[in-house]
């Protein structure tokens, strides 16, 4: 297994369009989450599914984001009506369930720009 | 409410000279701490965690940290720096149920050969 992978790696819209990314997180893991990262800052965390069920989404994801972990696999974060303000990078990770919590490993991300 | 502040944005130390990068959180039970490292187009990797029992803790790349409850920090320390350090550093606490990490606003270390 190579880790976590997203695709695409860069993504660039124009305003109002929607747009989805996907996230293949390792093989055997059941966590998974979406984190946001704009320019000069840490990420910020979007969401979290345990296996296909989704657990928490932050005040952060409006109605215009939606994700999904269909049979808990890949992920995918669909943005609709795209907005200058939704231009960042996004960071999918994925762990093993524990408490303490288990290393997240993260993926590459997906840098979106909306013009 | 949980949060992680970062206070230094921007460090730069010659090659070969120390290094101490400062966090402080904010967390009501015994948080667990993380350090990432984030290279230019690369992914976070994780340098190191805290989740309890020795206070200082051995992380990869030479890295280490000091957690201290009374001063609510994590420190991340490395006794010599290479040029292939420079990068952006995150300190981040999780929140125990989900495990989400929430990170502070991150320390760019430049190395000055």
């Known amino acids: 297994d190579t880790g976590v992978s997203q695709d695409p790696r860069h993504k660039i819209t124009k305003r109002g369009q929607n747009v989805t990314f996907r996230c293949d997180p390792i093989?055997?893991?059941?966590?998974l989450y979406w984190y946001r990262q704009t320019l000069g800052q840490g990420p910020e965390f979007l969401t979290y599914?345990?296996?296909?069920?989704?657990?928490?989404k932050s005040r952060l994801l409006s109605d215009r984001f939606s994700a999904e972990r269909p049979k808990g696999s890949f992920s995918t974060l669909e943005i609709q009506r795209t907005e200058q303000g939704d231009s960042a990078m996004y960071l999918c990770?994925?762990?093993?369930?524990?408490?303490?919590?288990?290393?997240?490993?993260f993926g590459p991300g997906t840098r979106l720009t909306v013009l | 409410a949980q949060s992680v502040t970062q206070p230094d944005i921007h460090i730069t130390v010659s090659e070969g000279a120390s290094l101490e990068l400062r966090c402080n959180y904010s967390?009501?039970?015994?948080?667990?701490l993380f350090w990432y490292v984030q290279s230019p187009g690369q992914g976070l990797q994780l340098l190191l965690k805290?989740?309890?029992?020795?206070?200082l803790v051995q992380g990869i790349k030479g890295f280490e940290a000091e957690f201290k409850r009374s001063q609510s920090s994590f420190n991340l320390r490395k006794p010599s720096v290479h040029w292939s350090d420079a990068a952006e550093y995150f300190c981040?606490?999780?929140?125990?149920?989900?495990?989400?990490?929430?990170f502070g606003q991150g320390t760019t270390l430049q190395v000055k050969p």
């Open positions: 093989s055997e893991h059941n966590r």
């Open positions: 599914f345990q296996n296909e069920a989704q657990l928490e």
């Open positions: 990770a994925s762990s093993l369930p524990g408490r303490p919590p288990n290393e997240q490993f």
């Open positions: 805290y989740f309890s029992g020795d206070t």
């Open positions: 967390y009501g039970a015994t948080p667990y």
């Open positions: 981040a606490v999780s929140s125990g149920n989900t495990g989400k990490l929430i």
